[in-house]
């Protein structure tokens, strides 16, 4: 019980405080906030929004196949009629008397010419003939050379794709025909058996009859980039953590110097009661504190459509060892003697070893080793797995493990070197 009165009291005394709470929770989240907020996930809304102009000379089934597939990836734009054709003069054109492809052709080109679009298809009169006859038709893409190259690039890549696409499927389409044609050398059980499979339709789930699963040995980690939310709240949080430190170690050296210890000594009350009830206010401050970050950083990601994974017995797990660790950081800082201003300098230099402010891919060949001895990193690198990879409880066990280990090394230190008398 008496080192729940230390808990108690040293949770008064904080929430008395309004920089605790400025520096636990309303610096991190100014920090982290605009990142996520301003983050932007609309490649593919952006790519599905893109024009392309088709001039389709050819009324085959082919050509119909190739502008519906590209209708999945771009916004296709033909049978121009109305005001465009007034916008461009070409009401009196006798290409545009009614829609037709030389008519989408001539709008194309106009739209081209003034830079209000980027790309038209032209496809050629015949292509479905001259597939079936098993010849090569080439489709023509337009394009202005002085628009985005980047959509352009994407534009010309959808296109070429998805003309494969066709044409391989309408080959698979032939080949089931040949195979009918064939199956007329065989006998009567051979043919219905023949007839029977060719006649059933395609399947709609484009399900291939062989599949092969990709399965990962346990061991292997698959070697993915962090990116901006998978970078910025565990980089923070953990950063801001242990800040506790700061806390800590001041509070301790008020108390000191306030002889509120040296009164502590005239009860029962003991060295491992006095520390024990300051590890469970810090360990339930940060462990308040990462669960807050979290929930509100990861509703900020999930606001501006980023995807992440996240295992809750994992992050519980480590954030009990994260929780550990700082605050037995924070002890040994205070058996130390060291003044609280003095406690910045050494978390700084830890938050950027140990990957909270820059990542750890990013830090010189001579520093890279100097992360290992950094807490930071194994809560850093914790934290990303759950976010990219869904880290299980078995997967951030060495994490734990080790965030742990720190913490059992700095209460070992601080068991040692503490002096309540002093």
């Known amino acids: ?56 000379y050819d009324t085959g089934q082919v050509s119909l ?25 070409l009401q009196a054109d006798a290409r545009c008397a009614q829609p037709s492809a030389a008519c989408d052709e001539a709008i194309g080109r106009a739209r081209l010419a003034d830079q209000s679009r980027q790309a038209i298809l032209l496809i050629p009169e015949g292509l479905t003939a001259a597939f079936e006859a098993g010849k090569q038709t080439p489709v023509t893409l337009l394009y202005d050379p002085g628009s985005d190259a980047i959509k352009l690039t994407q534009i010309e890549k959808v296109c070429q794709g998805l003309a494969i696409k066709v044409a391989l499927t309408k080959q698979l389409e032939n080949a089931k025909g040949d195979f009918t044609d064939l199956s007329a050398i065989g006998s009567a059980d051979v043919q219905a058996e023949v007839k029977n499979i060719t006649s059933q339709p395609m399947i709609a789930n484009n399900k291939t009859a062989i599949h ?10 698959e070697d993915k980039k962090p990116q901006l939310l998978e ?23 008020d108390e000191k110097r306030s002889g509120l210890i040296r009164r502590l000594l005239s009860t029962p009350m003991s060295k491992a009661d006095f520390l024990v009830g300051k590890l469970l206010y810090g360990m339930l401050t940060i462990f308040l504190q990462v669960c807050i970050l979290f929930a509100l950083g990861l509703t900020m990601g999930a606001s501006r459509g980023m995807e992440f994974k996240f295992n809750i017995p994992a992050f ?43 990542s750890l891919d990013m830090l010189p060949a001579y520093l890279y080793p100097l992360s290992f001895l950094m807490p930071q990193r194994y809560a850093v690198i914790g934290y990303q797995d759950l976010l990219m990879r869904d880290a299980s409880v078995l997967t951030i066990l060495p994490e734990a493990g080790i965030l742990f280990l720190f913490a059992v090394v700095f209460l070992g230190i601080t068991i040692w070197r503490f002096d309540m008398t002093d």
């Open 231 to 253: 970078t910025t709240v565990p980089g923070y949080t953990v950063m801001f953590a242990f800040v506790i430190v700061i806390f800590i170690n001041a509070t301790v050296l």
């Open 212 to 221: 092969v699963d990709e399965v990962s040995p346990s061991s292997y980690k």
């Open 65 to 89: 196949d190739l502008i519906k597939e590209l209708g999945g990836s771009l916004t296709i734009e033909q049978n121009f009629s109305g005001d465009i054709l007034t916008q461009y003069d």
């Open 1 to 56: 019980m008496r080192m729940i009165s230390i808990l108690k009291n040293d949770l008064l005394g904080m929430s008395k405080t309004p920089f605790a709470f400025v520096a636990l929770l309303v610096l991190p989240l100014v920090l982290m906030g605009p990142a996520l907020l301003a983050y932007t996930d609309s490649g593919g809304e952006e790519l599905k929004s893109t024009p392309l102009m088709v001039a389709n």
């Open 316 to 358: 519980l797990l480590l954030t009990l060892a994260l929780s550990a660790s700082a605050t037995a950081m924070g002890l040994l800082f205070a058996s130390t003697k060291l003044p609280h201003s003095l406690t910045f300098a050494p978390l700084f230099i830890g938050a950027i070893l140990g990957g909270c402010l820059i």
